[in-house]
T-cell receptor, first 115, second 114 residues
């Protein structure tokens, strides 16, 4: 079955500290992986995506993610968190599975930033 | 420009009202999507339009009626909604409806059904 798991429902970090949000996926074909961020009451903004090539991808706002096929993971990282990074983060997987256009989302991780 | 616009931002309606949500994109995308999102949950896919034709309906109740008048515009017509339909409704678009395409989301319409 195709699925995305974000093991951490809620994470709190201090401003300036490093951040890693975990994402594990199960997908039968070549996965196309995405991280989106959502501020309260807003839409989803694409942070970064991985389709192929270099397994370390850079995104907006200083975020990066590393694709590890052997671990079926696509973890999101940031070296130094800012208070404005407090938001909901969603990992999602899509791919060439029947022309459906469906994205499979994880349940999300809420990031709280302490001053 | 990767902008998807949605109107209105907020909507309050009674259970007997008829209202519509509007979504627009000018990126030349040929696939457009409606999602429903409850608080602290991921978006749930409702409908997919591909080349202005409905390609996916995720068993959505008939009180929700989508319409795609042209390749840039997507509407969601609402009628006889229930309080449990209160949610954030998100529109998205992508180059095509392949699962490999990046979906770009609008800011959403916050719907409250009284």
């Amino acid at each position: 079955a195709q699925s995305v798991t974000q093991p951490d429902i809620h994470i709190t970090v201090s401003e300036g500290a490093s951040l890693e949000l975990r994402c594990n996926y199960s997908y039968g074909a070549t996965p196309y992986l995405f991280w989106y961020v959502q501020s309260p009451g807003q839409g989803l903004q694409l942070l970064l995506k991985y389709f192929s090539g270099d397994t370390l991808v850079q995104g907006i706002k200083g975020f990066e993610a590393e694709f590890k096929r052997s671990q079926s993971s696509f973890n999101l990282r940031k070296p130094s968190v800012h208070w404005s990074d407090a938001a909901e983060y969603f990992c999602a997987v899509g791919g060439p599975s029947g022309n459906t256009g469906k994205l499979i989302f994880g349940q999300g991780t809420t990031l709280q930033v302490k001053p | 420009d990767t902008e998807v616009t949605q109107t209105p931002k907020h909507l309050v309606m009674g259970m007997t009202n008829k209202k519509s949500l509007k979504c627009e994109q000018h990126m030349g995308h040929r696939a457009m999507y409606w999602y429903k999102q409850k608080a602290k949950k991921p978006p749930e896919l409702m409908f997919v339009y591909s080349y202005e034709k409905l390609s996916i309906n995720e068993s959505v109740p008939s009180r929700f009626s989508p319409e795609c008048p042209n390749s840039s515009l997507l509407n969601l017509h609402l009628h006889a909604l229930q309080p449990e339909d209160s949610a954030l409704y998100l529109c998205a678009s992508s180059q095509d409806s392949q699962g490999t395409d990046t979906q770009y989301f609008g800011p959403g319409t916050r719907l409250t059904v009284l």
